[in-house]
Every structure is written in C-alpha cells, then in structure tokens.
C-alpha cells in the first residue's frame, strides 16, 4: 500500500512548481497518496483560517508534507504559515543544503555546505509591540532548551553524511547575552562530539568568507534570522533560488520545501524552475530511505540541467516549467 503525504500546493508559482515534483515523484516509482490543502490567503478567501487546524492535524498523522511557497503579506496580515509550521510542528532543524552543479555556474566551483538554521525562535518569534507611537520592539528570543536541541541535531547530522565540521556564526561580540547563550550551547554540545571539528565566525566577517572562499567551509550553524539571509546568500553561490531546496526537520513530523517564496513577478507564467522543489523532494525521499527513487531523480536533474543543457529561464535557457518537467521525466523513464 503506498504511503499518505500531505501535500500544501502554496500560491504564486506554487501550484506549478508542486505539481512538477509531484509528477516526477512518481515517474521515478515514488507513489504515494497526497492529501492536498489550501493554506494562506486562498484559505482565507474560502473562510477558513490561513492554517486551518487540520493541515495540522494531517501533517503529524503522516509525518511527511511536501510544500510549494506561500506568500506572506507585507506589513499586516496573517502571520506567515511558514513560521506558524515551523512553530506549531516544532520543525526546529532547518537543513539547507548549497552545492555547485559542476557546469550549471561555475562562478564558485567546489562549494559544498549544509546549512543548519534554528527555525522556531530569534527575531521570528513574532513578539511585537508599539513601545509609544513611532518606537516598535521585536523581540528576540534565545533559550538553552532550543540552542542545544539545533546543535545536537548539527553535530548528528555531521556524524550520519560524513561532514567534518560545524561553524556557528553569531553576533556575541554585540547581543553577549542572546548570541552569547546560542555560542555556550553550541561549545557545550559540541564536546560530546571530538570527531567532528567545531568553530565560530562573527556573522558579518562569514558572509564576507562565504563570498571570497565559500570552498573552506562544511557546515555552519545559524540562529533563524542569520539563517535565513545567509541561506538565500548560499543559494546565490551554486544557481540561485531556482535550484536550492530545503527541509524543516521536528522529533515527529518534517516539512519539505523550495528556499525560494511564491515568486509573484512570474506566477501563472509557466517559466517557474520547479528543480528547487524536485531536489527538495530528493531529501524527502532520503528521509524515507527511498534511496533509489531519490537518486532517480537526482541523475535525471543532473543529465537534463547539465548534459541536455535544457533550462528554465532563470537559468538562462528557454524551457516552460512543463516542457523541462517533460525531459526530467523523459529522462527517468529511459534510464
Ligand atoms: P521569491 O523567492 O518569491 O522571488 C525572488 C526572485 O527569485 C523573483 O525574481 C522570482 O521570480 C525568482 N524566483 C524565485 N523562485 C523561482 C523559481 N522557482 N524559478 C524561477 N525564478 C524564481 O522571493 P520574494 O519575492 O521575496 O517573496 C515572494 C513571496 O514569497 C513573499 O510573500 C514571501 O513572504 C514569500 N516567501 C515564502 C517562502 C516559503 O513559502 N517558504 C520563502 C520565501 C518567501
């Protein structure tokens, strides 16, 4: 009997890019049984809630969800579903991974990181006030329990993919305190672990390392908001947005999703890049230990992007999100 995953199609390129990965899921003998929600503002539009509680309540019944970006609205509005996600399903590993493709953007060759962001607190805890009229607040929160927990789960993962070591990058000379305590936890977690090399960069000095030498470094690990910058800054290294996925691990459940938003400027236009979310759906496959499906996939993305040299546009080439789909799936087929 095939497995039951939930499904969030997202909005804006969304629904194009998931029912890609969806397709070739299964082209590459990855059958499963989606339940399929609307989140965000298309939630909203029907009444219902931008999380309702049975996306939930599906997502800890099947443990998997694979999701398309949702957008979130700028300056009010709902909370973004993203964070809720996070929060409500305590996703508190964000794993990012950022390799070059040899022959996509040989701008930086040899890159090859794992980005671990802790997902659930920081400046994301959306704690906010008005202090008096023209002075607002946002809190960020750092706790032990939360530092240590994304810490450990850095140091495993180094131990189960053969990484050798983990940078944690802070701003301790400035917040002692809050990136103080996240800097504690982290030396503290990583004496349990002598295998594996542990050291800290200052953030703003890191993003200039990534720039000049990102070759040095292995694995780094971030609170949620450096997380999120230095991210997106990684996919910029090894192809942009179009191809950097990502997955949000908790102790019962696990989200897997693109790095890049709903890409409004080019929604319903049909020249999306859907391999962010079909190498996304390579690390859900991993995560089920469907190792041969997943590697299916990954040698049909390899062969189309690089040797066919068939492209979305983002890419610089001239391919519809259907047509370079088509060729994935050709691809898989033949092999
Ligand atoms: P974005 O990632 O949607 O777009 C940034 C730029 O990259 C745009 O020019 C877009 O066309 C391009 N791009 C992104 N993905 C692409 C793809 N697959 N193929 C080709 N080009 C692609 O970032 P932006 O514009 O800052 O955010 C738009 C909305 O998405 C916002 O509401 C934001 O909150 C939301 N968002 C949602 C995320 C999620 O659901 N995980 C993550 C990031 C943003």
Redesign the pocket.
Same mark, same amino acid.
């Not at 999701?67 to 700028?74: E, R």
């Given at each position: 009997m095939s497995k039951t995953l939930t499904l969030l199609p !997202?909005d &804006?390129? !969304?629904p194009e890019?998931s029912s890609a990965a969806v397709q070739v899921l299964k082209a590459a003998g990855a059958e499963f049984e989606w339940e399929s929600f609307v989140v965000g503002a298309e939630a909203v539009e029907k009444n219902l809630p931008p999380l309702p509680d049975r996306v939930l309540e599906s997502i800890r019944r099947n443990g998997v969800c694979l999701? !398309? #970006?949702? =957008?979130?609205? +700028?300056g009010k509005g709902f909370r973004?579903?993203?964070v809720l996600l996070r929060q409500e399903l305590e996703l508190y590993a964000n794993v990012r991974p950022a390799k070059s493709i040899p022959g996509l953007d040989d701008r930086f060759p040899g890159v090859d990181l794992v980005i671990i962001r802790e997902n659930t607190e920081g400046l994301y805890s959306g704690i906010e006030h008005q202090v008096v009229p023209g002075v607002m607040e946002s809190l960020k929160i750092i706790s032990a329990k939360a530092s240590t927990r994304v810490a450990k789960f850095a140091f495993e993962y180094a131990r189960s993919n053969g990484r050798r070591r983990v940078t944690a990058v802070h701003k301790a000379n400035i917040m002692k305190l809050s990136d103080g305590l996240f800097l504690d936890c982290f030396r503290e977690v990583a004496e349990g672990y002598p295998d594996i090399e542990a050291d800290d960069r200052i953030i703003d000095n890191m993003c200039m390392q990534l720039v000049m030498h990102p070759q040095r470094y292995d694995m780094l690990l971030l609170e949620n908001l450096y997380g999120d910058i230095v991210s997106d800054l990684a996919a910029g290294l090894v192809g942009? $947005? &179009?191809v950097a996925a !990502?997955a949000n691990i908790g102790e019962e459940s696990a989200v897997f999703? %693109?790095?890049? &938003?709903? %890409? #409004? *400027?080019?929604a319903g236009q049909g +020249?999306?890049? #859907? =391999? %962010? $979310?079909m190498r996304s759906s390579i690390l859900m496959l991993r995560h089920l230990d469907m190792r041969d499906e997943a590697d299916r996939i990954a040698r049909a993305l390899r062969n189309v992007v690089v040797d066919q040299q068939i492209r =979305?546009? *983002?890419l610089g080439g001239d391919a519809s999100t259907v047509q370079f789909t088509e060729a994935i799936i050709r691809h898989i087929e033949s092999a």
């Open positions: !997202g &804006g390129i !969304g890019v999701k !398309g #970006p949702v =957008t979130t609205p +700028v973004s579903i993203n942009g $947005l &179009g !990502g999703e %693109a790095v890049h &938003g709903s %890409a #409004p *400027d080019i +020249v999306a890049n #859907p =391999t %962010a $979310l =979305t546009r *983002d």
